[in-house]
């Protein structure tokens, strides 16, 4: 949580009135809170809190900010609280770390949950497919974070992408592999959003390999050269 507070005050007694400002978790986990007094007056003030241990994290908390003012009913004191910030955290997939091309899980083809954790995370799946095989991905999103999909072949060029603007619309790729080997998805958000939830991608793999060749020998062609005996 980041917040930013402006106190200015008439009451001639320091300390006399003070805002604060709590940070909770329904977990139970514990609070925190900034303490803010009409000592340091017409100045903004900044504070930053993070919240961590086991449970912080739990799909389902809520987290709630809250306000406390008091004064000694003497000469007014006035505050402005401006830009209240609070960074969801969420929880890693159990595929993780996969945040590169490099680093993509080793999956079959299913359905697997992904979450984008924390801003600027990717999530990367390879699986296998061989030329000729139909591949078909679908992201079901989840949350804010604008989810989009793209698709790469063995060699680490791009094959295809989907990308539709609206965060809830889903995506989808359908594509005949072309090369043979551990293809990946990738998850991402342009935006470098976080997930709020967790998105579903689905990988299908259909179809028959495409034949390889086998050179075929055909016969020579014979000669007969006349020997002359002397």
Known sequence: ?????????????????????????????????????????????????????????????????????????????????????????????????????????AVSPGAYDVWLCPNGDEDWLQFNAAAGQTIVADLTPAGAAQCDICLYRPDGSQAACSANPSPSAPEHIQRTANQSGPWRVRVYDPGGGTSTAASQIRIQVFGQASPTPTPTRRPGTRMYLPIVMK
Do not use: Q
């Not at 986990?29 to 919240?51: L, P």
């Open 1 to 105: 949580m980041t917040v930013y507070v402006y106190m200015d005050s008439s009451d001639y007694e320091d300390y006399a009135d003070s805002l604060e400002i709590y940070f909770h978790s329904s977990n139970g986990g514990g609070s925190t809170g900034y303490y803010y007094n009409n000592y340091a007056r017409s100045v903004w003030w900044s504070g930053t809190s993070s919240m961590t241990g086991p449970g912080v994290c739990a799909p389902g908390d809520t987290l709630t900010v809250r306000f406390k003012a008091t004064t000694d009913y003497a000469l007014p004191t006035t505050f402005f609280v401006d830009d209240v910030s609070v960074e969801v955290c969420c929880p890693d997939d159990a595929n993780e770390p996969n945040d590169s091309f490099a680093a993509a899980r």
